[in-house]
């Protein structure tokens, strides 16, 4: 079974340039999650999407948006990119929420490390 | 708020000995606590998970442990090798139906021969 996808591997950008970030989740997940990592930090939830639609966002500005495709894939949009938007960008998938336990395992994709110069 | 503290942030053994790393969350909804391995250059793999309904969870040499009541669980490897060298972080769920997840800011182990 092939896991998370997510392309480019690497994207170089300029400041106020547009960044797009694609992802594809384990098949039959309909769940993506987008997460920000800088460098030498944790993980930051930026965004979920589930069954095509924005379910929760963390606390990111409205230039960081996205989508969910109806074979659930998914895409990170970023505009206006400062310099600090560099970061590597992690894709994970799930399950749909189940039951009243909720969280479903999340998997993570290799990411997609965007340089703003 | 949403939080968790991970503690330490490095952490230096020799290898054969054990490993323990400790997050606490603020969430008392939370109820679904996994670990994550990031390896050097690769994505984060889940090591093992727990919800709260149990109170602790082995897998061979890993361990995690659950207080709910003190808001903390921890993450413990015995046996150690060098190949378990990496950054661990622990994250909790956010609430009760939520699938967000609050991570902590990541231990990096170093075992050595």
């Known amino acids: 079974e092939a896991g998370v996808t997510q392309s480019p591997t690497h994207l170089i950008k300029t400041r106020g340039q547009q960044a797009t970030l694609r992802c594809s989740p384990i098949s039959g997940h309909t769940s993506v999650y987008w997460y920000q990592q800088a460098l030498g930090l944790g993980l930051q939830f930026l965004l979920w999407?589930?069954?095509?639609?924005?379910?929760n966002r963390g606390n990111f500005p409205p230039r960081f948006s996205g989508r969910q495709f109806p074979n659930y894939s998914s895409e990170l949009n970023v505009n206006a990119l400062e310099l600090e938007d560099s970061a590597l960008y992690l894709c994970a998938s799930s399950l749909a929420v189940t039951g009243g336990w909720g969280t479903d395992t999340q998997y993570f994709g290799p990411g997609t490390r965007l340089t703003v110069l | 708020g949403e939080n968790v503290e991970q503690h330490p942030s490095t952490l230096s053994v020799q290898e054969g000995d054990s490993a323990v790393i400790k997050c606490t969350y603020s969430d008392s909804a939370s109820n679904y606590f996994p670990w994550y391995k990031q390896e050097l250059g690769k994505r984060p793999q889940l090591i093992i998970d727990i919800r709260s309904n149990v109170g602790e969870k082995k897998d061979q040499r890993i361990a995690v442990t659950l207080n709910k009541t003190a808001k903390h669980f921890s993450l413990h490897i015995t046996e150690t090798q060098p190949e378990d060298s990496a950054v661990y972080f622990c994250?909790?769920?956010?609430?009760?139906?939520?699938?967000?997840?609050?991570f902590g800011t990541g231990t990096r182990l170093l075992v050595s021969p």
């Open positions: 999407y589930d069954e095509g639609e924005e379910r």
């Open positions: 994250a909790a769920s956010l609430g009760t139906g939520f699938q967000k997840l609050v």
